[in-house]
Nanobody
Framework: QVQLVESGGGLVQAGASLRLSCVVSGSISSSDVVGWSRQPPGKQRELVATITGGRTTNYADSMKGRFIISRDNAESTVFLQMNSLKPEDTAVYYC?????????WGQGTQVTVSS
């Protein structure tokens, strides 16, 4: 079983920045693909970004240029730097990891952006 714990969410004003962190139990190997998804209120969950062991990144179009995903394998931590936040970025943000052909998810952290 893999456990993921997110932190760093909160209430901010539009234009502000936040950095989310996700600690993965055990370790993160180079074969793991890790990422962030989010679920806005009343909407379906959507992918935000992923990063492979080779540091190849993939972003949803609306996050390109504003969000940066990174990983620290030694610290078993995944980060999401969010800049120029907008009210439509309000959501619960989830960290996830793909391992052994399965996806494991954290409990999520709330991000609220006021206008």
């Amino acid at each position: 079983q893999v456990q993921l714990v997110e932190s760093g969410g909160g209430l901010v004003q539009a234009g502000a920045s936040l950095r989310l962190s996700c600690v993965v139990s055990g370790s993160i190997s180079s074969s793991d693909v890790v990422g962030w998804s989010r679920q806005p209120p009343g909407k379906q969950r959507e992918l935000v970004a992923t990063i492979t062991g080779g540091r190849t990144t993939n972003y949803a179009d609306s996050m390109k240029g504003r969000f940066i995903i990174s990983r620290d394998n030694a610290e078993s931590t995944v980060f999401l730097q969010m800049n120029s936040l907008k009210p439509e970025d309000t959501a619960v943000y989830y960290c996830h990891i793909r391992r052994w052909g399965m996806d494991f998810w954290g409990q999520g952290t709330q991000v609220t952006v006021s206008s």
